[in-house]
């Protein structure tokens, strides 16, 4: 077994393992864990695997020189990446918590990270898209758009709250 950087197993382990946890008992305190964990994953700049078309990889096998490292320190364009739709035809934004879980998507297609509040800050802007589902292939945990954004104003209230937060001023008495 490959190990895994703790930056990956932050990605990776904890927000399936609170998943798996609501998956069997899905309860409010579950549902509440996996949101914290998003939201502790997110203010950290956590990142997820996002597979691009293959149009994206043939363009590189011409000129892999011409593409920077990081040209991918954001969310690439919507008609590069993926979108899952359900049985009423709705489409979905994909988050996978590993290459794993992405199966043959990441087999045959080239992988990026990227960090997760890009991906959902995409979502939030194409009208197109219902939500976000977590590694739609297996756990199959759904977030509708106004979760998303809901969960996109807590990390900037907790964001807000932790950079004006210094430290604690204490009054001594004399």
Not at 9 to 30: H, S
Not at 80 to 109: I, K, Y
């Given at each position: ?46 990142k997820a695997p996002v597979a691009l078309k293959n149009e994206m990889r043939i363009a590189w096998d011409f000129d892999p020189d011409a593409v ?54 995409r979502l939030c802007d194409d009208p197109a898209l219902a939500g976000l589902v977590i590694n739609p292939e297996t756990d199959k945990f759904a ?32």
């Open positions: 077994m490959e190990r895994k950087t703790v930056d990956e197993k932050l990605n990776t382990v904890y927000i399936k393992e609170v998943i798996g946890a609501f998956t069997e008992c899905p309860d409010d305190d579950n549902a509440l864990m996996i949101f914290a964990h998003l939201l502790f994953r997110i203010s950290k700049n956590g920077p490292e990081d040209v991918f320190e954001s969310m690439p364009e919507p008609d590069t990446t993926f979108v899952v739709c359900n049985d009423e035809g709705e489409q979905w934004m994909p988050l996978f918590t590993s290459r794993e879980e992405m199966g043959e998507l990441a087999e045959s297609n080239e992988v990026v990270e990227v960090p997760i509040r890009e991906i959902l800050e977030i509708d758009r106004d979760g998303v954004k809901y969960l996109l104003e807590e990390v900037d209230a907790f964001e807000a709250m932790t950079e004006d937060d210094e430290g604690i001023d204490i009054d001594e008495e004399e």
